[in-house]
């Protein structure tokens, strides 16, 4: 089914329920619903035929959750995108995607500019007033013409959206999502978490990624549950809000909970915390002294899960509180298979580290325009994870996660592949060669670090001018937070570069 109708059929179900509570403005279901439909009848005038790919970058506003959906609607692909990417990495996603339509505000519209000239079949469309060279949301609205019908074109197994993921090469792959498996992962969480139209969900993830979309906005949508959203997430406003608004969940990542906890010993007045039932987290690891140091302040057991981008949500620990582990991502969601396996794919003895690989109608279709990509990451039907972990045997096979296969840095919730960030130093003149590693960091959990030597011929760079050069071309969080220049880069025998010496050498 069209996850777009579902939702719908939901709003009709939910009418008057305020459904999204937007940084204190409230929308029903029944208003979040029209303007669903209205957008969808402005993506239609606009041209947007099935399949077509529709790129939003965007800050978190309610326009973004107007047209995911409505993108969905009319059978075309959304590609959310993260509002902070730099206007280089814009055009690569927009080029490769072959986006058709582009939906953004005028500061990025303004910013990136130069880059939208390049693309001569592509539309822009500004959301907040008026901008030369692009169409104006509001007024394009207005020319909508009444008495549209939504036909919700696509079904299971076509394209949804397209999540890009950093790469190992350090070139990003969108990884195709279907209908089903949104529709399907909705479902498992919905049984799994016991969601109902009682919750009351604190929204203070970004919306352009799995988490804060997929979990977050649909889950709370198809359950007719209340979204409290927040632009930004900030630890004080969380705690005052969950007493304020009887929330009964929040989500987050390890960085929030480590943020809130820091928070909650600053506090003079803790909050009422009676409503909740449950907090939890995802997209990267929960550390055992969190996941301790929360229930001692707050008496809650986080509940961890395990998802990705290309599988959404995959494991998740139990609902009831005895069944929560620390380190522990659970067991396999509704629906979803997992094994962990050799390098020949054969099943590890149980108990064994190995590759977790799962299959299921979570998984998603593929890597957009990369046949070879999706071939490699599939073995006779599984998806590959490249995440290493154990099955305790002695526990119904509940999933620890202890590493991971390939080179990841897992910043605050974000991926970054060391490879992207690397090329970009490399592109600078006075760099020689650079390797960047994932340092310990209790705010973040790693910290993106380069070590750079440089080229003895070219006017010497400092640090600081490298991290601005880097600024200027990556999103922030890819960017280093530190840079170290040494004379050379450890190298082995084999010319096969050392970065363990050099997480060694650099973590104090
Ligand atoms: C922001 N910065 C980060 C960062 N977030 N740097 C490293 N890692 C991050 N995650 C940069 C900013 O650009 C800024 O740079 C500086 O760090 C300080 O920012 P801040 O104000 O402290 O950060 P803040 O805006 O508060 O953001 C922190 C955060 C945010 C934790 C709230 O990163 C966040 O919302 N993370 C969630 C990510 C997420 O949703 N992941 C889900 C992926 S889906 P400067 O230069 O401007 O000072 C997935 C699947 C699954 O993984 O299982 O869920």
Known sequence: MNLARKLSETAHAFGAKPAVIFEGTPYTFGQVDREIERYAALLKRLGAQVGDRVAIQLPKRMEFVFLELAVLTVGGVALPLNPDYRPEELEYFLSDSGSSLFFTDNARFSRARDVLAKFSGLRSVVVDGEADGAFSLSAELEKVPRGYVREFPTEDDDVAIICYTSGTTGRSKGAMITHRNLVSNTMALHQSWQWSDGDVLLHALPLFHVHGLFVALHGGLNAGATIIMHEKFDPVSTWETIGEQRCTILMGVPTMYQRLMNAWEQMDKRPDLSSMRVFISGSAPLLETQFIRFEQHTGFRILERYGMTEAGMITSNPIEVEGRKAQSVGFPLPGVEIRVAKPDATDVAPGEVGEVLMRGENVFAGYWGMPEKTAESFVEGWFKSGDLGYQDANDKGRLYLVGRQKEL????????????????????????????????????????????????????????????????????????????????????????????????????
């Open 409 to 508: 840095i897992i910043t605050g919730g974000y991926n970054v592949y060391p490879k992207e960030v690397e090329n970009i130093l490399e592109g600078h003149t006075a760099i020689l060669e650079a390797a960047v590693i994932g340092l310990p960091d209790e705010d973040f959990g790693e910290r993106v670090t380069a070590v750079v030597a440089l080229k003895e011929a070219t006017p010497a760079a400092t640090p600081d001018e490298l991290m601005a050069y880097c600024k200027e071309r990556l999103v922030g969080y890819k960017c280093p937070k530190q840079l170290f220049i040494i004379d050379r880069l450890p190298r082995n025998q084999m010319g096969k570069l050392q970065k363990n010496q050099l997480v060694e050498r650099f973590r104090q």
